[in-house]
T-cell receptor, first 113, second 118 residues
Framework: DGGITQSPKYLFRKEGQNVTLSCEQN?????MYWYRQDPGQGLRLIYY???????QKGDIAEGYSVSREKKESFPLTVTSAQKNPTAFYLC????????????FGPGTRLLVL | AQKITQTQPGMFVQEKEAVTLDCTYD???????LFWYKQPSSGEMIFLIY??????QNATEGRYSLNFQKARKSANLVISASQLGDSAMYFC???????????????FGTGTRLTIIP
């Protein structure tokens, strides 16, 4: 079955620790996106990538980093510089290049200990 | 700057009735796209329906239809014959062109929590 997988489902971070959220897709999509969702709010874009080895900052990139070494994978690292990381993180992919729909993974909930 | 507004934070609807979820948007771009996503309690965002700004007819997908009124800048979601499984958060989103050709992001509204009453 084609789709987007995210792991882990829940992640706990200690003070000063970097953590990495995984996102994998087998839809052969060129574009991948990371969004953050806070309680009672919509989604905000953190980073996006239209093609392998290229990515761009979204609206709230501070404290986050990404890589795109493979078409299928777009991991997100939440660094210690992100002072308020507790949120629900959603990864999405799409055909990009003017094609319309983005499809989402099941999400990772990050909590700070 | 583009903006999506969903004015109904919560709605309660009797099972089997139709429901309309409101969405208004603001953009100066002639080319844009409007989406509706459903987010159940599990958290996953499920794509429901899409309307392009140049589409002449309102989009429909099964029990979902999009009431697109371009002059009013509204894109309301209509769910016919509501079911208990329709209880979820519903988000309206707009496709916005980013830097360069083909770069896109979705700008989301704050959502409407729909509860279907048996």
């Amino acid at each position: 079955d084609g789709g987007i997988t995210q792991s882990p489902k829940y992640l706990f971070r200690k003070e000063g620790q970097n953590v990495t959220l995984s996102c994998e897709q087998n839809l052969n999509h060129d574009a991948m996106y990371w969004y953050r969702q806070d309680p009672g709010q919509g989604l905000r874009l953190i980073y996006y990538s239209q093609i392998v080895n290229d990515f761009q900052k979204g609206d709230i990139a501070e404290g986050y980093s990404v890589s795109r070494e493979k078409k299928e994978s777009f991991p997100l690292t939440v660094t210690s510089a992100q002072k308020n990381p507790t949120a629900f993180y959603l990864c999405a992919s799409g055909q990009g290049w003017g094609q319309e729909t983005q499809y989402f993974g099941p999400g990772t909930r990050l909590l700070v200990l | 700057a583009q903006k999506i507004t969903q004015t109904q934070p919560g709605m309660f609807v009797q099972e089997k009735e139709a429901v309309t979820l409101d969405c208004t948007y603001d953009t100066s771009d002639p080319s844009y796209g409007l989406f509706w996503y459903k987010q159940p309690s599990s958290g996953e965002m499920i794509f429901l329906i899409y309307q392009g700004s140049y589409d002449q007819q309102n989009a429909t997908e099964g029990r979902y239809s999009l009431n697109f009124q371009k002059a009013r800048k509204s894109a309301n979601l209509v769910i016919s014959a509501s079911q208990l499984g329709d209880s979820a958060m519903y988000f309206c989103a707009m496709r916005e062109a980013l830097r360069g050709f083909g770069n896109e992001k979705l700008t989301f509204g704050t959502g409407t929590r729909l509860t279907i009453i048996p």
